[in-house]
């Protein structure tokens, strides 16, 4: 009866509990972090219309008074209005200079989400683990329950010693407390993953999810080159609007009143590149521009290798699953037998909780196998850029 009820709590439970993927999609709903990064999207844009805006205009105003010798005083005044106006390459420049700028903050949102999307899910697979140990420690309390019950039996029918009967007792206790130890273990890493998400309440969460590799994407949509090609561009925008020796000039108009004359001016000033000529910037631009060239090769050769890695590293751990899950059928009737033959004192305790320990190994095998392909799959999607977003 008792079981019976343990099951219908554990389906009731996993009913209400939220999926990886709604959990997910809260969290990149809802991060202050993924917030904080979009507010930065917004204040770039803001930084390209202060760029591309224009200089204010200038206005003189003047009052003169004349005092003739031979005649009374007079008076007259000046207005001059001045307007710098960019020169039209400049301009062109400073549009692509604000596209570059707006495609880094774009990237650099995009390589922070798509950060955010791998390390939450590496950490959930980390609480996955932690509770599907926990699962199987319920499993290894049942199993040492079985075997004390056992050998209680055969202390009160004088089969075993009541030393062999204490020996059980103290397994089936330290599967306990290995128990309440990752009991721990599974706090520290769930409230560390909310923390992570920015959730500030608990919630019930499944464990089951499994990860699957995207196969439409490649890695020439990874979000460390798309960021470092858009910081290349700008670079390279700054370069092209540093080759500009001038860049302003300014245009005057101007009317003059005096007592005996009316004058008009129309004028424009152009500044003379003779020690600044912004040389120097160019060069700076241009040398960023080939640095980060080299920054791009350097992580195209360290994504080649470790997508190389990642591949034959799955394909080991296949293999590796494959031959646990063998023997662990074996290991499953192997420990069965033994149990059987203990209740008829055919077989002593240590075997039968040799067998059982290496049951109990295969299994936490096989959960830390699946765990590796989980993080073997996330990492392998975050390099292709499927968590772009």
């Known amino acids: 009866m008792i079981k019976i009820l343990s099951a219908v709590v554990l389906i ?88 570059a700028t707006i495609k880094k903050a774009t990237s650099n949102y995009s390589l922070s989400y798509a950060e955010f999307t791998r390390d939450i899910s590496l950490l959930y697979t980390e609480y996955a683990n932690q509770k599907r140990q926990l699962e ?43 128990k309440q130890t990752l009991n721990l273990d599974i706090q520290e890493t769930y409230f560390k993953l909310l923390k992570f998400a920015g959730i500030t309440k608990e919630i019930e969460l499944d464990f089951t999810h499994e990860f699957k590799l995207h196969s439409d994407v490649n890695s020439l949509n990874n979000p460390n080159i798309n960021y470092l090609k858009s910081y290349k561009e700008e670079a390279k925008a700054n370069s092209q609007i540093n080759s500009s020796k001038v860049k302003w000039i300014d245009l005057t108009a101007e009317y003059e009143n005096e007592p005996d004359q009316n004058i008009v001016r129309v004028g424009a000033t152009f500044p003379l590149a003779i020690f600044n000529t912004s040389r120097e910037e160019m060069q700076i631009a241009k040398l960023e521009a080939d640095k980060t060239e080299l920054l791009i090769e350097n992580e195209n050769a360290k994504i080649s290798i470790e997508n190389i890695k990642l591949q034959k590293q799955r394909n080991l751990l296949l293999l590796l699953k494959s031959k646990n899950e063998e023997t662990l059928k074996t290991q499953t009737k192997l420990l069965k037998m033994f149990e059987d033959g203990y209740k008829i004192a055919s077989i002593n305790l240590l075997e039968l909780q040799n067998i059982k320990n290496r049951v109990i190994k295969t299994k936490e095998s096989l959960i830390k196998i699946d765990t590796a ?14 968590y772009n977003e």
């Open 12 to 99: 009731s439970a996993s009913l209400f509990a939220q999926d990886f993927d709604a959990f997910l999609d809260n969290a990149l709903k809802n991060s202050p972090y993924l917030k904080s990064s979009n507010l930065s999207l917004y204040q770039a844009r803001e930084q390209v219309s202060v760029m591309t805006r224009y200089k204010n205009p200038s206005l003189e105003l003047e009052y003169s008074e004349f005092r003739p010798d031979s005649s009374k005083d007079d008076n007259g005044y000046r207005t001059a209005f001045t307007q710098p106006i960019r020169l039209w390459g400049v301009g062109r420049d400073t549009e692509a200079l604000a596209d």
């Open 373 to 386: 392909l989980n993080q073997n799959t996330i990492t392998t999607n975050y390099i292709a850029g499927a």
């Open 136 to 178: 199987l420690g319920n499993e290894e309390l049942g199993i040492a329950k079985n075997i004390y019950e056992i050998s209680k039996q055969r202390n009160i029918a004088g089969t075993i010693s009541k030393g062999v009967m204490l020996q059980a007792q103290v397994d089936y206790e330290m599967v306990e407390i290995k």
